[in-house]
Each structure stands twice: as C-alpha cells, then as structure tokens.
C-alpha cells in the first residue's frame, strides 16, 4: 500500500535514568546482536552491513519483535556516533501498517554517576488510518517502556554481567543430508512423537518463517516444564532461531539457535547454541540462598544442553535413516 501524501508524523519521547556509565549504556544500544538478550520485545536482531565499532557510521540491521502479540521484521538503517553517544535509526523497509518509521537513542552522563537515555520516535501510517495510528501509538509506548526498562536492569549489573550471561553449544556429525536435519528439526510440530522428552508441543505458523512453539517437556528427574517460544526459520541458510518468552525462574534470558552447516566430506555438522543471562534473585529462589551462579550456570548448562543434544542424535538418527534408505 502506499501512503497518502497527507500523512501526518507522529512523535514521541521516553526517558529513563539509569545508574551506570554512559559507556556502558552506549555500548548495550550500539550492540545489536545482543538484543535479544537485552530487550523483552526483540526475538531477533542482525547486523546486514557493519559500521566501524571505534568510529561509528552507517548500518544496516535487520530486527524481529513483537508488537501487540505479533511478530513483526523491519529493515533499519542506523548512523551510530559513539563520541556524542547518539544512534540515529530510520526503518528502510517497514512492516504494515507502519509506513515510516525512525528516530533517535541519546545518551547522556547526569550528575551522580548516572545516565540518562532518551528514546525519540517518529511515525506514520499508512494512509493515515486512525485504527493504524493508534496500534502503532501502543506498540510504540509499550515496546519503548520495556525496552528502556530492560536497558537499566542490563547496565546497572555492571561488571556481574558477564558472569550472568554466558553461551554455550553442543554439536554432532550426520552422514545424511542437510534437507533431512533442517526438515526435522523445523517440524516441531511432529516432535512429540519423535522426541521422548517431548510431551506436548502446539506450533502456528502466522506467516512463513515465523513459528509460535508452546511445549511441555519431561526432565530426567520426572518433572514437567512449560515453554513458549518463538522461532524465525532461515531455510536458505540452513538455520532455525529463537527466543524463550517465558523463562524458568532461574533465568532472566534465553536464546538459541539451530545450525546445520554441509562439511566438504560429504557429511553435515548439526549444532545447538543457548545464550543465556541468569537472574540472580532467581537462582537464589530456585536452587537456594546459598545457591553460586557457577551451580547455577552448571545445572543451565545440563538442563538445555541434555534436550538438545537428544533432539540432535534424533535428527540424525532420522536423516542417516533416510540416507541408507535413498
């Protein structure tokens, strides 16, 4: 559709005081791969075309969140300035019903050692329609609100960080083809009868490439969990994305992503990776008031990596099956 030449620009501003570093609230917005980890919303974000990290610059990223319940992409074109610690962002391909989109991150050191972060935007919609405008107006003030609020917590555990937050993977090798595993691993919706640990798994798809997943699982130890997801699918790539909405108690993040990689001997190298950052409060909830982050981060690291290494060897088993039978 295209917008009228009378649309209207809408504007608005949200502010929030955060206590750390300017530096360290920069470099949380300049970093865009790690949004996920950071910001509620954000199922997915990836840089298309790099700046300079030390001087800034244009890029290009590409984004997947959520908006009034529904997963929505756009492609952004940002102008990062790390010496004025502004970033300037203007959608270049838009999702209906918004029909432009940009805006601008300001950060700027207050007295006290805090930071203050101001998040600009402006709007229009498409042919001006006032039901448009107002969807746009609450996805806007939602995801901004949250995403400012997520900013803080990020920033103000300051060096704890990194202790929080860590990545892992766990990998194996088919003699089979990649299709096979991709195709196993995207038909979620059939892993209740191929995974043990799967009890029950509900898959819509509201358009191509963009999954809902609500699963319940089986642990070793006989306990049900619940979990809901959302994937974005990369067949061309021969990769599978996604984010944990609501994560156990332990935990205040969760990422993954599948990768099925061709080797030159013929065979595929299949891989699981989680990102995860720990809630401190939870871990202390979860396993106990004298609960480490290093047990805490063991007992993560089992957890997931035991699931997914078994969704693994069965997609392997599943490919190497329809290998030998080709």
């Known amino acids: 559709m295209v917008p009228s030449a009378a649309s209207a620009t809408h504007v608005t501003e949200h502010v929030i005081t955060v206590g750390a ?31 300079d990290p030390r001087t800034g610059g244009e890029e290009l990223i ?38 432009s989109m940009g805006g601008e991150w300001r950060v700027d050191p207050v007295e006290g050692g805090t930071t203050r972060v101001v998040l600009l935007h402006d709007y229009r919609a498409v042919n001006d329609d006032p039901e448009a405008v107002q969807q746009i107006e609450q996805a806007v003030d939602h995801n901004s609100r949250a995403e ?29 083809s990649a299709q096979d595993v991709y195709d196993f691993l995207d038909r979620a919706d059939l892993w209740p009868e191929r995974l043990p640990h799967v009890a029950r798994l509900a898959l819509t ?22 979990t809901t997801s959302i994937r974005v699918t990369f067949p061309e790539r021969g ?29 595929v190298l299949a891989t699981s990776w989680h990102t995860v950052t720990l809630d401190p409060e939870g871990v202390r909830s979860a396993l106990g008031p004298q609960a480490t982050l290093a047990e805490a981060r063991a007992l ?27």
Not at 249 to 254: P, T
């Open 62 to 99: 590409r984004i997947w969140a959520t908006a009034n319940g529904q997963v929505r992409t756009w492609t952004s074109r940002r102008t990062l300035d790390p010496q004025a610690r502004t970033i300037r962002f203007r959608q270049v391909v838009s999702a209906d019903p918004v029909a």
């Open 148 to 176: 400012l609020a997520a900013l803080r917590n990020a920033a103000e555990l300051g060096a704890d960080r990194d202790e929080l937050h860590f990545t892992f993977r766990d990998s194996l090798t088919v003699n089979g």
């Open 239 to 267: 990769s599978i994305v996604y984010k944990q909405l609501r994560v156990p108690v332990a935990m205040s993040g969760h990422t993954g992503r599948w990768d099925i990689e061709p080797q030159g001997d013929g065979t």
């Open 300 to 326: 993560v690291r089992k957890t997931l990596g035991t699931n997914s290494s078994t969704t693994l060897r069965h997609a392997k088993q599943f490919a190497e099956e329809r290998h030998a039978a080709s």
């Open 205 to 226: 798809e509201d358009e191509p490439g963009i999954q809902h997943m609500d699963m319940d699982t089986r642990s070793p130890d006989g306990s049900a969990h619940n």
């Open 21 to 51: 570093a300017p530096e360290t609230v920069y470099g949380l917005v300049a970093d865009v791969s790690a949004w996920p980890q950071v910001f509620g919303p954000t199922v997915h974000a990836e840089v298309v075309e790099p700046a």
